[in-house]
């Protein structure tokens, strides 16, 4: 795709370390549109299709952007049917459990691939849209902060001061209250009890 993968408009590179694209700062609008874009192809993958895939790699990296900024979801090497006796589970194969920094908290203890698991990925993925920041980075947290971008936003609305997760770039322009609301709504995808996320749908 020739605007590369959403990871590395946002930060600069590529995690596979691969790439020659051209970099732009992404304003709100696409950020919104690249956002709504991935929401509605992964819940096409979860409610479209019969029966539903668990995509299980999902992260800033296997989204591909398009001229326009409009994307795609890639990477479905490890991409999961689920049975139709029970769409909320599938064994991992291999063990393999994602792309470190997306993957859901309960993969580590069920090692198994479900729905919510993707929707926990999703919320990643616009936490990185709205605060700029790597799953696994935080740039700008207090001294001593040992989280991750999940923790790091939770600890902000914990203390009252979740407009500080939000990229200051961003801030100022018009769009404060649809940036608050996007950042509520990943924080409700990346909840620690799957059953609490909501669904793509």
């Not at 479209?48 to 409009?70: A, I, M, R, T």
């Not at 090497?77 to 049975?83: D, E, N, Y």
């Not at 770039?169 to 009890?193: N, S």
Request: charged residues 20%.
């Amino acid at each position: 795709m020739p605007n590369g993968t959403l990871y590395s408009q946002l930060h600069g590179g590529s995690l596979l370390g691969i790439g020659n694209w051209k970099f732009e700062f992404l304003d709100w609008s696409n950020r919104l549109r690249i956002g709504v874009g991935v929401a509605r192809g992964l819940a096409w993958l979860h409610h479209g299709c019969q029966p539903p895939y668990v995509h299980q790699y999902f992260s800033s990296n296997v989204v591909l952007l398009d001229d326009d900024f409009d994307a795609r979801i890639a990477e479905f090497g490890l991409a999961r049917l689920m049975g139709s006796r029970d769409s909320n589970d599938s064994s991992f194969m291999n063990g393999d459990l994602g792309e470190f920094g997306y993957v859901a908290p309960e993969y580590s203890s069920t090692m198994v691939a479900s729905l919510k698991g993707d929707v926990y990925s999703f919320g990643v993925v616009l936490l990185e849209l709205v605060t700029s920041h790597k799953p696994i980075g935080v740039s700008n947290a207090e001294v001593g902060f040992k989280g991750n971008l999940v923790d790091w936003v939770n600890q902000l609305f914990s203390t009252g001061r979740s407009k500080d997760a939000v990229d200051k770039a961003l801030v100022g322009k018009g769009h404060d209250d649809e940036m608050m609301q996007f950042l509520r709504i990943a924080c409700t995808c990346v909840v620690p009890r799957p059953k609490d996320r909501p669904s793509m749908y």
